[in-house]
């Protein structure tokens, strides 16, 4: 059994075999390997795997015979079941949990089907799936921060002497370098990546009550079971039952909005330095115009801004589902689902058109001189230049020597 504290890494998501092409906005909006992560089919395996892993540990209790979790390990394989089928079924209940059982059921040997779901409550299923797929999205956003981090580490070291404008409120305003720039960038991913890890290590907690959360079904043994199934599938193993401690997922929404706004900050950056008036940056592929074609549109940038907007509203709609009345909640529950999905598409398309643009950026360091120049011929300063650029350079060192590089950060 693998320990809850230190979640199993998931493969790289891939397309499957005939798999539907993506959407007409989904390259732009959804990019990268975070939507197969979260998609139909990922729910699909991951409320499969929550149902096996209930079973086993509930074997490895004495509570189902041994045969019976090995059957329905047996019959959790995704291939074998039809989603649009399980997805007209869900209205019946509510969920999809109820038609997957029934499904799972009808696939083992009829003296065993009542071990299949053993005392458990669909949002017990729903809930623990939701932490094993929002588990393999963070890890793939986790990798695409991290080398975006990388990438702004190396523009720091390598202008950290490289004397710009500063600008407050979109106003010249004293020099400052570029690596102070691309330092705060660093610090601000790197901040991001950290409330990420911590959700990621003790906050994706199994879920596992019962119908009213008190675990009575499993009698004397059921603290036990929690922590059986919770190790059972490498997630946090919770105090309690949090049908409607909605605070977890909360949690899971800030980080992922967090990230989505710093992920923005540094695209809006990008948009504004790569203006035909100041010219400073340049995406290394930028995209072409429609009707200017001498135009060189900052595509990575943009795109990440637009798939970054949306989580602020995302993140709102978790929050407010978190009002939940008693043992379970009428409707606040179901609120989650699409926006937590979302959420995750959203954010990890920002962090993944990040990556790419961070990753060719180029540093125009004559516009960058030039615009200093001009700004000094307006500007009375109280210190020299010279002393604004070495204050900057200072504060890059502090940043790259508190924000310690990783396997994932380039270095020049």
């Known amino acids: 059994m693998r320990p809850s504290s230190s979640p199993a890494e998931p493969a790289e998501p891939a397309e499957p075999a005939g798999s539907p092409p993506p959407g007409l906005f989904d390259e732009v909006l959804a990019r990268g390997p975070v939507r197969a992560a979260v998609d139909d089919r990922a729910w699909l395996a991951a409320l499969l795997t929550a149902e096996a892993g209930l079973a086993q540990a509930q074997a490895g209790l004495g509570m189902i015979p041994p045969a019976a979790a090995t059957a ?75 080398t975006a981090a990388g990438h702004t580490a190396t523009l720091a070291r390598r202008h950290r002497n490289t004397a710009m404008a500063g600008r407050t409120l979109l106003q010249q305003a004293e020099p400052t370098t570029f690596g102070r720039k691309a330092a705060g960038w660093l610090v601000a991913l790197r901040t991001a990546l950290a409330s990420l890890d911590r959700v990621a290590s003790t906050g994706l907690a199994v879920q596992l009550g019962g119908a009213a959360g008190t675990l009575a079904g499993y009698q004397e043994a059921g603290p036990a079971l929690l922590h059986a199934y919770a190790a059972e599938l490498g997630l946090a193993e919770p105090v309690l039952p949090w049908h409607t401690d909605r605070t977890r997922v909360a949690e899971l929404a800030g980080a992922l909005a967090t990230t989505a706004g710093a992920a923005a900050k540094i695209a809006r950056d990008i948009t504004l330095l790569a203006q035909s008036e100041v010219a400073e940056v340049a995406e290394a592929a930028g995209g072409p115009s429609s009707a200017m074609p001498h135009k060189r549109n900052p595509v990575a940038a943009v795109s990440a801004l637009a798939a970054a907007g949306s989580a602020p509203g995302l993140a709102a709609t978790i929050y407010a589902a978190m009002t939940q009345e008693h043992e379970r909640a009428a409707g606040g529950w179901h609120t989650e689902w699409r926006p937590l999905r979302e959420l995750l598409i959203c954010t990890g398309s920002a962090v993944s058109w990040l990556d790419s643009c961070l990753a060719g950026l180029q540093v125009n360091d004559a516009a960058l001189a030039a615009n200093l120049a001009s700004m000094l011929t307006t500007v009375a300063l109280r210190e020299p230049a010279e002393a604004h650029t070495a204050a900057a350079a200072a504060l890059v060192d502090r940043a790259l020597a508190d924000t310690a590089p990783t396997d994932g950060e380039a270095r020049s």
């Open 72 to 146: 329905i390990a047996a019959a959790a394989q995704p291939a074998q079941y039809d989603v649009g089928s399980l997805a007209v079924d869900a209205a019946g209940s509510g969920t999809p949990v109820l038609p997957l059982v029934t499904a799972l059921r009808q696939r083992i040997d009829p003296a065993l089907r009542e071990y299949v779901h053993y005392r458990a409550t669909s949002q017990d299923i729903l809930d623990t799936a939701a932490m094993l797929v929002s588990r393999s999205a963070l890890a793939v956003i986790r990798r695409d921060l991290e």
